[in-house]
């Protein structure tokens, strides 16, 4: 038992450390700020609380999460469906490769204003914007970790007579797994960010529509508990997707470290 205690509190100084160390060095560069621009956190820490009550996060906060969850989930099975039959069929591959490479080369923000044109002003622009940028990542990891299943495997489940969903299901998804969760987790960055470009344009709320009202307001230390937030918002986010991986690949993680202990 204090073995375990150890390790954990271990684990904790590890996740701890370097953030509070950041943290740190910001209070005190900025103690003394008398800059406009750059208010000392302090300042910022003491107005976070009476910007964000309860009324702003369900006006904003919410709203935000629900395009984000929406525009991720739409990327999800678009890019994993299509990452599958891509990876899948070498013919496939080869017609749609050069038009993924010229698509994924194009930065998702130049995107907006011709979402726009076609989707209006509304979430379903904002969503259309998150899914456009989110979908590349786990398109092109699906088709690598579809092409890399074990040939060996594969006929080996065949032989069994393994086929059709049941073929897709346990042999083919499960052996691309570990590369679809990495590029779910790249596109959950991409979405975070692709959700606050998205709200500054013809937006009525959102995170990234009251941060740019506050700048225009120059209601600047209102303006840094808005990224503040959007920090830890990132951090849950990343915390919560890696409870999920870790629960989704059980069996990954624990034939990596069952191999890290033989050797």
Excluded at 137 to 161: C, F, K, Q, W
Excluded at 196 to 217: D, P, Y
Excluded at 234 to 244: I, W
Aim: include cysteine; hydrophobic fraction near 55%; charged fraction near 15%.
């Amino acid at each position: 038992m204090s073995a375990w205690i150890r390790y954990f509190a271990l684990r904790l100084l590890l996740v701890v450390a370097l953030p509070a160390v950041l943290v740190a060095a910001w209070w005190f560069a900025s103690e003394s700020s008398t800059d406009v621009y750059w208010p000392p956190l302090r300042t910022i820490l003491t107005t976070f609380p009476d910007v964000w009550t309860g009324e702003r996060l369900r006006q904003d906060v919410l709203p935000s999460m629900a395009r984000l969850t929406a525009g991720y989930g739409c990327a999800a099975v678009a890019g994993v469906a299509l990452g599958t039959v891509i990876g899948s069929y070498r013919r496939v591959r080869a017609v749609c490769e050069p038009v993924l490479e010229f698509l994924r080369a194009v930065p998702p923000p130049v995107l907006v204003p011709v979402i726009m044109l076609f989707a209006g002003i509304g979430d379903t622009m904002k969503i259309a914007v998150i899914a456009s940028g989110c979908v590349w990542p786990i398109l092109l990891n699906t088709v690598e970790g579809v092409r890399a299943v074990d040939s060996v495997m594969s006929e080996t489940a065949r032989s069994y007579g393994v086929t059709g969903v049941a073929r897709l299901r346990h042999v083919v998804l499960r052996s691309a797994s570990p590369q679809i969760f990495a590029g779910l987790r790249q596109a959950l960055s991409i979405g975070l960010i692709l959700m606050v470009i998205s709200e500054m344009f013809a937006a009525s709320n959102g995170l990234g529509f009251t941060i740019v009202q506050f700048q225009r307001g120059f209601a600047i230390p209102d303006m840094w508990t808005g990224i503040l937030l959007l920090g830890l918002l990132g951090f849950v986010l990343s915390v919560l997707f890696r409870l999920v991986e870790r629960r989704a690949l059980g069996w990954y993680h624990g034939l990596r470290d069952a191999s890290r202990r033989s050797s």
